[in-house]
């Protein structure tokens, strides 16, 4: 194993060890707070499929989110589905909801590239926005549908602690899984549509099945998190798939790290601590995100999951230097 990649290994290792002891030694607030930063570390990675490892920046990805929230509340509001053990398979039904979706999506964006799929997938987004606002007979509109519970089954999911290591189990299952998907042949030619998709083709991959597979599973990705994120506030509302969480999620992957999956989650840590915690503080949060970000993007392009990186190159740059600055005999 190589050093950056041992250093890597590393620091993911004591950032999930980390997650794991922290409800332990906080309060509740903090715990509603690292729920959600597990929620949209979910919806980042399902972001960071499509931006970090096939080169296209997707600007919808609040809709699926949406469908898939939409889906548990309405089963468990309506019809009472989702807080026992159907649980399980209303988080299923949300994966397959969230696919279904990004499948239509997928036939009108995927020949797209660059800022035409930013604004074709922009553009789509709004549209379960417009449905989630006008549909008033299943959504209730911009009252949004409340949950009356969480799921229960065998242990009650209603503490905030249980429900939290709840979703971090989910977050460690979407983890593991994606990292086996970016890794295995089919991820490495992501990599390479994204490097040259003209070479790809040339080379005999049929890179429209592999960018529409891939939008299929991020899509599937953002409804599961989507269920999670329903009994996180207990309300799904429009505000769920307005065009701000789609561009807050995007910059998540940006700030983390692009092609890393951690990253995204590291990035989510970062906007919500600030949105969340800073501006019960300070009325000025907005401008410390903005200089974390162009700080970040300056100086370190692969994101803050890159930051030993950086910092071991400034060490040898100072290292460098001070060799340079010693008398020769």
Same mark, same amino acid.
């Given at each position: 194993?190589?050093?950056?990649?041992?250093?890597?290994?590393?620091?993911?290792?004591?950032?999930?060890?980390?997650?794991?002891?922290?409800?332990?030694?906080?309060?509740?607030?903090?715990?509603?707070?690292?729920?959600?930063?597990?929620?949209?570390?979910?919806?980042?990675?399902?972001?960071?499929?499509?931006?970090?490892?096939?080169?296209?920046?997707?600007?919808?990805? #609040?809709? !699926?989110?949406? *469908?898939? &929230?939409? %889906?548990?509340?309405? +089963? @468990?509001?309506? $019809?009472?589905?989702?807080?026992?053990?159907?649980?399980?398979?209303?988080?299923?039904?949300?994966?397959?909801?969230?696919?279904?979706?990004?499948?239509?999506?997928?036939?009108?964006?995927?020949?797209?590239?660059?800022?035409?799929?930013?604004?074709?997938?922009?553009?789509?987004?709004?549209?379960?926005?417009?449905?989630?606002?006008?549909?008033?007979?299943?959504?209730?509109?911009?009252?949004?549908?409340?949950?009356?519970?969480?799921?229960?089954?065998?242990?009650?999911?209603?503490?905030?602690? #249980?429900? !939290?290591?709840? *979703?971090? &189990?989910? %977050?460690?299952?979407? +983890? @593991?899984?994606? $990292?086996?998907?970016?890794?295995?042949?089919?991820?490495?030619?992501?990599?390479?549509?994204?490097?040259?998709?003209?070479?790809?083709?040339?080379?005999?991959?049929?890179?429209?099945?592999?960018?529409?597979?891939?939008?299929?599973?991020?899509?599937?990705?953002?409804?599961?998190?989507?269920?999670?994120?329903?009994?996180?506030?207990?309300?799904?509302?429009?505000?769920?798939?307005?065009?701000?969480?789609?561009?807050?999620?995007?910059?998540?992957?940006?700030?983390?790290?692009?092609?890393?999956?951690?990253?995204?989650?590291?990035?989510?840590?970062?906007?919500?601590?600030?949105?969340?915690?800073?501006?019960?503080?300070?009325?000025?949060?907005?401008?410390?995100?903005?200089?974390?970000?162009?700080?970040?993007?300056?100086?370190?392009?692969?994101?803050?999951?890159?930051?030993?990186?950086?910092?071991?190159?400034?060490?040898?740059?100072?290292?460098?230097?001070?060799?340079?600055?010693?008398?020769?005999?």
């Amino acid at each position: 194993m190589t050093a950056p990649l041992r250093t890597k290994v590393l620091l993911v290792a004591a950032l999930l060890i980390g997650l794991g002891v922290a409800p332990q030694l906080s309060n509740s607030y903090v715990v509603l707070l690292l729920t959600k930063v597990l929620v949209f570390g979910m919806l980042a990675m399902s972001t960071d499929l499509l931006l970090g490892y096939t080169g296209v920046a997707p600007m919808g990805q #609040a809709a !699926y989110l949406a *469908v898939g &929230a939409y %889906f548990a509340a309405i +089963l @468990g509001d309506r $019809f009472g589905i989702g807080l026992g053990c159907d649980f399980l398979a209303v988080l299923a039904g949300g994966f397959i909801a969230g696919a279904l979706v990004a499948s239509v999506f997928g036939l009108i964006a995927v020949r797209s590239t660059g800022v035409y799929f930013l604004m074709i997938t922009l553009a789509l987004g709004m549209v379960i926005w417009g449905l989630a606002y006008r549909w008033n007979s299943l959504t209730h509109g911009d009252n949004g549908i409340n949950l009356t519970g969480r799921p229960a089954c065998g242990i009650s999911f209603v503490d905030p602690i #249980a429900y !939290y290591y709840l *979703v971090f &189990a989910a %977050f460690l299952s979407m +983890l @593991g899984g994606l $990292f086996l998907l970016v890794n295995s042949p089919f991820g490495r030619s992501l990599v390479g549509i994204r490097e040259s998709e003209i070479r790809m083709r040339i080379l005999g991959y049929n890179t429209w099945l592999h960018k529409y597979l891939i939008m299929l599973i991020s899509g599937a990705c953002g409804g599961f998190a989507g269920v999670l994120w329903a009994y996180v506030n207990r309300i799904v509302s429009p505000q769920d798939a307005v065009l701000t969480t789609s561009v807050d999620v995007l910059l998540m992957v940006i700030l983390g790290g692009p092609g890393s999956l951690v990253g995204g989650v590291i990035g989510a840590g970062v906007v919500l601590f600030l949105r969340e915690y800073l501006s019960t503080q300070v009325t000025w949060w907005q401008y410390v995100l903005g200089i974390v970000y162009i700080l970040t993007i300056y100086y370190m392009p692969d994101g803050l999951i890159g930051l030993p990186k950086y910092v071991k190159a400034l060490q040898r740059k100072k290292t460098g230097q001070t060799t340079a600055a010693l008398p020769s005999h």
